[in-house]
């Protein structure tokens, strides 16, 4: 008989979050699971790791799994986890399951992505797991479980090291999402506003507003497939190269710079 | 006569470091200097944003330009600058000087860079500026300031948004530093280690490790052409989709869930 499959799971809203126990439930079905997941929410920190402080690393069973939540960040909980708690790297990482989409530029500020990227970054194979509630409805994990129950072993098999996967599916009844499509990032288009307040001392300060995106419909890009009730699938790059600037930026720094 | 450029500055090792004013001297010579920048040092904070606080904005004069000290990431400070504390969307994003390299999958990690892609985001040509110090040398700015006084006004004529530049200076004196090079986004290569050390109560933490990367040569790549003593700007794509990747990932994702 082969090996089963290691699988390192992690996210960022915690290893509390009920999407990430649905991820291991999942996956405990198709390999063998070990959890790092930071000890709370961690939200829209992007890549972020932590070098001006240790981190601390408290066992704890998800799932009938073994685990450990982390004083850190997602990128942090990858890396500890692949160099230091585990015996050794894991075949495939899995981040997630996200509560709330990571479509188009969101990838740019999402702790669950960069869980994914952090394992792409060490050489291993490493997807990401997003519930798509545009809407704020109540969130349902089971079709997005299901899928990833299905892809991991996949990617785990085909996928290479220098491309990770940003999955979204969307937040309906599994029997209703039954078509994946393999896109580019598409666009949200955030309209960013920030709400002034005054504190009872007179001090003035900023709460980033909540708006809706735009999300401007784009044929091939992932928040259109994911509006007509498609799984998402898009290939995110780990080398950030504009290759197709290279030429014309010669040009221009050339012209510019005399 | 024209309008001056108007120069949105912000970093990641905060408002009061000297890279920042480094910056902001420069910059004072070839149009209107704003400083929107974190309060104290957010390295290695990535693109992470600030959802769940509310930020301050101090106002603070840096360099005789006008400023404020925000109590949130370098992205939240690009955000807050262009759609609040600014009277216009500024004519393009200068971030750094940022204290030691970006290079490499440094981009990854980078607050310095955030910065700058959040203003890409946004849609104003955003550029980056770090001095590498690849041999924990004291640094000296002065190389880094003046070519970003030379690259900041090209760059604002010619860059467009999609696309951010992240620009390395040697650290050498500038006399030393006389030529540029466009280049593609290098490999650093962590070894990534982590100490496991026990606190005076027995429980265990873990520091990540301070070792060098091992810096692969690549031609072409960043970090080889900065080790030659080049200025490096390398263009990084918004667009994080691996285009080259679609297809076969269409294939064997067809196979795979057969």
Known sequence: ???????????????????????????????????VAPDRERSAVSHAITMTDPLRAVPREIEGCRGWAVSGMPADCVLLGARELLPAPPDIVASGINRGANLGEDVWYSGTVSAAVQGGLLGVPSVAFSVANLDFEP????????????????????????????????????????ELQVCRQGRREYRTTFERRTDPRGGAYYWLGADLPLDPAIPGGDVTALRAGKVTVVPVRLDLTATAALEPLRGWLEEGLE
Chains 1, 2 share one sequence.
């Open 1 to 35: 008989m082969s090996q089963p499959l290691r699988i390192l799971v992690s996210n960022d809203d915690g290893i509390d979050a009920p999407g990430l126990r649905a991820l291991v439930r999942a996956l405990c079905e198709v390999g063998e699971v070990a959890v």
């Open 139 to 178: 969130i349902d994990y089971r079709a997005a479980a299901a899928w990833a129950q299905r892809l991991v072993p996949v990617a785990a098999r085909y996928l290479s090291a220098d491309v990770v996967l940003n999955i979204n599916v969307p937040n309906r009844p599994p029997e209703e999402v039954t």
